[in-house]
């Protein structure tokens, strides 16, 4: 069986901060994806990397799939309450289209 | 274009009963999958359907079943409601046609089960 394991569960910090988020599997994977979910609503996709090493930006958010595919970053840099969410990460292998989700990292950037 | 669409978004049932759940995926989307999102297990893959055909299948007993229309839409059924089939029923759509996976969600419902 495949996990993904996030790290932390949770987090609480003030606006400004740095933070990263890790996850971390025993398995490859072909790709993986970070999404963040907020209360009601669906997962939103963030990104998707796909070669080993790969890191991509979007704007305040750096995100790294690790040189032998088994794990991922996500780092943000100074974090906005707009921010705030449930982040997860999820692996696929081959072309199936069944993800792998992480166990999740609960953040929460206040004023 | 419209999202993934997800009706109903809200459902109460009791023990016993069965529930149908509809997914709408985006236009053009061929692949609709189905994942259980609950506190304690994080979000599982039920099921996937392209093209008409089941093409992937997770963990989870045959009360849950599912079928995919020729318009691409989807249904989700529960079968003998067990009231740890309390969950938000999440479904997702992709072209099915990368490797890459990258999947849109839809909104969810939330079924209690009673």
């Known amino acids: 069986t495949q996990l993904l394991e996030q790290s932390p569960q949770f987090l609480s910090i003030q606006e400004g901060e740095n933070l990263t988020v890790y996850c971390n599997s025993s398995s490859v994977f072909s790709s993986l994806q970070w999404y963040r979910q907020e209360p009601g609503e669906g997962p939103v996709l963030l990104v998707t990397v796909v070669t080993g090493g790969e890191v991509k930006k979007l704007k305040r958010l750096t995100f790294q799939f690790g040189d032998a595919r088994k794990d991922s970053s996500l780092h943000i840099t100074a974090a906005q309450p707009g921010d705030t969410g449930l982040y997860l990460c999820?692996?696929?292998?081959?072309?199936?289209?069944?993800?792998?989700f992480g166990t999740g990292t609960r953040l929460q950037v206040t004023l | 274009k419209a999202g993934v669409t997800q009706t109903p978004r809200y459902l109460i049932k009791t023990r016993g009963q069965q529930v149908t759940l509809s997914c709408s995926p985006i236009s053009g989307h061929r692949s609709v999958s189905w994942y259980q999102q609950t506190p304690g297990q994080g979000l599982q893959f039920l099921f996937e359907?392209?093209?008409?055909?089941?093409?992937n299948k997770g963990n989870f007993p045959g009360r849950f079943s599912g079928r995919q229309f020729s318009n691409s839409r989807s249904e989700m059924n529960v079968s003998t409601l067990e009231l740890g089939d309390s969950a938000l029923y999440l479904c997702?759509?992709?072209?099915?046609?990368?490797?890459?996976?990258?999947?849109?969600f839809g909104p969810g419902t939330r079924l209690t089960v009673l």
């Open positions: 999820a692996g696929a292998t081959g072309t199936a289209s069944k993800l792998t």
């Open positions: 359907y392209f093209s008409e055909t089941q093409r």
């Open positions: 997702a759509s992709s072209s099915g046609s990368w490797s890459y996976n990258e999947q849109f």
